[in-house]
C-alpha cells in the first residue's frame, strides 16, 4: 500500500496515526478494571518491559503473550460452549444416523439429557467431540460454527456465545497489543473452533490460536483440493500440553500467561521458569451474582493445584468480583 | 515504546521510517533476478494484490506467503543438511553407544560410509533422525543446532550451511515482507532445527515458522520445568502434511506458495484453489555450476509431477541459471 499511495499522504497518515496512539495511551487501556493489585501488576509489567533501559525491557520479537480461552477470555458455564456446540450437532446430524436412538451417549443426548451423556464419562464426551466434528472439510466445518454462533443462545444470558466474553480481558488483549506484544490464544479448545471467532471478537488472526485438534487429510475432490476432517485426536493442548503446543507452534517462551484453571498450571510454570521477569496470571471466578463462583471443586475449569502454586509463588490472581468493574459489554 | 519516549519525536521517526520505506521501494527490490518471465510474474503479483481497487486485491490481513526451504531457500545436496547434521549427531554421541560399532545403520556412519547407510531405506534414515533429535531439551537441542552451524562446513562450497541460501530468494522474502505479506516456510525439514537460524538468515520468525516436529515432553526437572525431545515423530510436513500442517498452524490458505520438489505440489495445490488470482512458484534446479542440475530422476529434491502440473496449470517456474544473476550471495 505504501508503493501505490500519493506519496505526499504517507507521512501524514503515520503522524496520525501516532498521533492517536498516543492520545489513546494517555487514556486508561483498562477502563473496566478495579485499580486493584491486579490491574497494578498488569501495568508494572508492561511499564518494565516496554521501557528501553529497563533492566526488565523486552525486545518486541519477544513479547509474546498468551491466554487461555475457555474460563479466561470468556465464560465456560454452565459447560464448554464448543461441547453444547458438539450436543448441537449431533441433533442435526440424528436423522442420518437413526441407531442413535438405541446407542448412548447418543440416546442420552437426543433425549435432551445430557447430564447423563457426561456421566457416561471421558470416552462418551470424546465420542461426541469427535463424530461432531468430523465428517466434512475444514471450510465447511468453519461455516458451520459460524452458522450456529450466529443462532445459538447461552442458556442463561440469552445471548450469542461471542456475548459472554469478558470485557475486562478484552481491553486487556488490546492494551497487550497497543504495547508491541503478539497475542496468542493456547487453549484446550478446538483450534478450528476458535478461528471462526477469535478474529473479530478478540482481534488474534487464525495464525495465533493454538488448540487442540483433530486429524485432517489431504484429498483431491471433485471441485479440487479439500482437507477432510477425521474423527481421530492429534493433539490436546491441555496441562502439559499447552507447553508442549506452545513449542510446537510457536517456538518461543511467553512472558506473559494467563490461564484460570489447572489445566493452565503447567503452561503458566513454562513460563514463569523464562529469563526475566514473566508475568503469570489467573482468573478466580468469584462472582456468583455476574458470573459464576467455583474454583476447587468445580467438574469444569477447577482451580486448586494452580491456585495454591499462584499463592506460593505471588502471580497474579484476579478475583473477578473485586478487580472488574465489568464482566460482560452487555452489563447495564 | 510509543508511550515512553519523547511526545514529538515519536512522529518524526515514523516519518523518516516511512520515506526510507519509499526510497527503498522505489529501487529495484529484486536485483539479483534476471528480468524475464518469472520476476514480471512475482512484480505482477505484488502489484495486483497490494493496490486498493484492484479487482485482485488482497486485504493485509490475508497476505500469507509461504516458502519452502530445502531446495527453495537454501540448497538440499549432496543430502538435506539437516541429516548431515545428523550424521554429525550420531559420530558426537557413539562413544555413549559402543554397540553402534556393530549395529546398522551406526557402523556405516560411524566407518564414514554414508551412502552405505542411506542404501538401507528410509528406516534406517529415520532411526538415524529420531535418534540423533532427541534425548535433550528444546533448549539443549537448539543449542546443539546452533554450534553446528557455526562450525560445520558445507562439503563442495566449504562455507557455513547458513550461506549455501539462495540470494534471490532472500531478496524475495524480503520484497514480499515489505508488500505486507507475512512469510512463512513450511518445510520438510524439523521445526526446531530451521528455528535455530530462520529468524537470523531469512528474517522468519519462530512463530512462522512450519515444518516436520518429533514429540516433546513437558518435565519438571531439577532446575524447573523442561521439555524433552523423544525419538517419537508427531508430524511429517511434506507432500499432502503440508496442507494439513498450513491448515493447522496457519489457519489460513496461503495466496501466495514457492517450492522445489514433488513434496511441494499439493502444497501449491492447495494455494491454487483458493480465491482470487494466487501465486504459485517452483524452483527448478538448472544451474550444475553455480549450483545443481537436477529434477525428475533425482533422489533428493525430485522433481516430476509438480513440474508437470506447473507446465499444464501455468505456474511460475523459475529457471535457476537463466532467471538468477546470482544464486549466493558468495558469489563475485
Do not use: C
Not at 492520545?23 to 521501557?51: E, Y
Request: proline share 7%; charged share 25%; no cysteine.
Amino acid at each position: 500500500m505504501l508503493r501505490t499511495g500519493p506519496r505526499s499522504v504517507v507521512p501524514a497518515v503515520l503522524v496520525g496515526l501516532a498521533l492517536s496512539r498516543l492520545a489513546a495511551a494517555q487514556s486508561d487501556p483498562l477502563p473496566s478494571w478495579n485499580d486493584g493489585p491486579a490491574k497494578q501488576a498488569i501495568t508494572r509489567f508492561v511499564a518494565d518491559t516496554t521501557k528501553e533501559g529497563s533492566p526488565k525491557f523486552v525486545p518486541p520479537a519477544e513479547r509474546i503473550a498468551v491466554f487461555d480461552n475457555d474460563g479466561t477470555l470468556w465464560a465456560e458455564q454452565p459447560l464448554y460452549f464448543q461441547f453444547l456446540f458438539g450436543i448441537d450437532r449431533v441433533k442435526v446430524m440424528a436423522p442420518q444416523h437413526p441407531e442413535w436412538k438405541t446407542t448412548e451417549p447418543y440416546k442420552s443426548v437426543l433425549e435432551g439429557q445430557v447430564e447423563k451423556a457426561l456421566a457416561q464419562g471421558d470416552k462418551a464426551i470424546l465420542e461426541i467431540m469427535m463424530i461432531s466434528h468430523a465428517g466434512m472439510t475444514t471450510e465447511e466445518f468453519d461455516k458451520t460454527v459460524r452458522a450456529w454462533l450466529e443462532t445459538a443462545r447461552h442458556p442463561r444470558f440469552h445471548r450469542p456465545y461471542t456475548e459472554i466474553v469478558y470485557q475486562p480481558m478484552v481491553e486487556l488483549l488490546g492494551y497487550m497489543r497497543a504495547s508491541g506484544f503478539k497475542t496468542f490464544i493456547v487453549s484446550g479448545g478446538g483450534v478450528e473452533f476458535m478461528r471462526a471467532f477469535a478474529d473479530k471478537v478478540y482481534g488474534i488472526p487464525p495464525e495465533q490460536v493454538v488448540g487442540s485438534a483433530g486429524e485432517t487429510k489431504f484429498q483431491l475432490g471433485q471441485n479440487g483440493p479439500v482437507l477432510m476432517k477425521l474423527p481421530k485426536v492429534e493433539f490436546i493442548d491441555d496441562g502439559p500440553g499447552k507447553p508442549e503446543g506452545i513449542q510446537r507452534i510457536i517456538g518461543r517462551r511467553p512472558v506473559f500467561a494467563f490461564g484460570n484453571s489447572d489445566g493452565d498450571q503447567q503452561m503458566l510454570e513454562w513460563t514463569a521458569a523464562g529469563q526475566g521477569a514473566p508475568f503469570m496470571g489467573l482468573v478466580h471466578h468469584t462472582d456468583a451474582e455476574r458470573e459464576w463462583a467455583y474454583d476447587r471443586a468445580s467438574h469444569i475449569g477447577k482451580l486448586d493445584k494452580a491456585w495454591d502454586e499462584a499463592t506460593a509463588k505471588g502471580w497474579t490472581v484476579v478475583d473477578m468480583k473485586k478487580d472488574w468493574k465489568k464482566v460482560f459489554a452487555f452489563e447495564k
